[in-house]
């Protein structure tokens, strides 16, 4: 069908529903038009932005009949922070959609005619649920501010005042960070020009312990760590500083750090296990939620004591080790070795034994696992948002693990992958469920089990 519209065309469009990605899908007699801050229920003006072979883009410009159950957006950035893309959107409608997502990807890039799906698991908490928050200097009339991109800017970081995905102490460190800023005439850096000092703030938080550390990123060149570690020193939470020099013009935080003050890392708490928290080390950003991913992978592991577990991308071993006490043995696999590092010193402070982590790529290094530790009679698979690779696929389902549990963190790839598993490797599609970890945004985690047979 040629495309019945053109770049810059300006029409009105009635949003059926929430694609995987945030943005509304609406229909011009069945080619579909992505529509960045549409949502489901209403009928936008929109503006046409790039045209494709099977499909267009728009940016809603008004809403000229609401359909789409909508709240007051608590927040003073929103809409122009790029942080939250749906706070003005009902919670129950976010969910309904998120679910519809999930569902959808099944059918469609997974070929299930009937997706055993759960209900959606809804967040405990709507805001001040993120335990680390990542923000960009950036230069105002008054000094330096920190804050976030304005949406669908690379160029532009905006000056907030309070977000509400972080807590009291997350803003009030901010807060106090750009107060020493201002109050010692530094630059923020100018990401256009590469000149200024002060790059981006990272604030991670222990939620169930109360400890936080800072990591502060310049370029290079002198730092006052004594007036930045003071600074700080009215929170008694703050038991981790360090400094890291970014000298590329990548925006990037995870670099190698010098710790200015304090313990090297802070402790965070999951399913009544402690865990270690390095600047660099990967750590579920929504804590409480974690916690309920963690305990439906569990319940989808079935362990009788009996098991050999292998933990695939691992992380600081988190679901691992809290699986070890139900398994008689754990391997994981992990490609940070920092993370590894935290894996190990994980086991250790929780008294477990049962549990091995080694770093490697898990395409790469499941085959030597397999020479070491056996073949496994369940395998947690945890990768990032690309799903599992070809060979980490095949690799895995040539040891034939009786179960499969898979946590994803993106409905489309764990779709393509459930396909692959159930079409060539014997593997049934059991159980789904998602989980909103991350409120007023368009991510989505699921936890699917698959078996043998
Ligand atoms: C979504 S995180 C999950 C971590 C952990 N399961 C958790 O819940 O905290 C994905 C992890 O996979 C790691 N990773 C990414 N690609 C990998 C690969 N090819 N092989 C092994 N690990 C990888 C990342 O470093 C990250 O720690």
Redesign the pocket.
Known sequence: MAAPVRPDDELDLRIESLAYGGNGVARLNGFVVFVRRGLPGDVVRARVTRVKRNHAEALALEVVEAGAPRVDAPCEHYPACGGCRFQDLAYEAQLEAKAAQVDEAFRRIGRVDDPPLEPIVPAESQFHYRNKMEYSFTATPDGPALGFHRAGRWDEVLDIGKCWLTTNLGNAIRAAVRDWARANTLQAYDQAEHTGFLRHLVVREGRNTNQALVQLVTAPGRLDADGFVAALERFPEVRSIHWSVNDRPAEVTNLPTQLLHGVDAIEEELCGLRFRVRPNA???TNTAM?ERIYELAREFAGLTGEESVY??????G??GLMMARDALTVWG????EE?VACALENADLNGIANAAFYA????EAIDDLRERAGTPDVAVV???RAGL?GK?LRRLARLEPQRIVY?S?NPTTLAGNVKELEAEWGYRFMRARPVDMFPHTPHIETVALLERG
């Open positions: 990967f750590l579920q974690a933990d695939l991308y691992c992380g600081i988190t679901i696999i992990e490609v940070s993370s490697g790529e898990v395409g945890d990768p990032p690779s980490a946590v963190c």
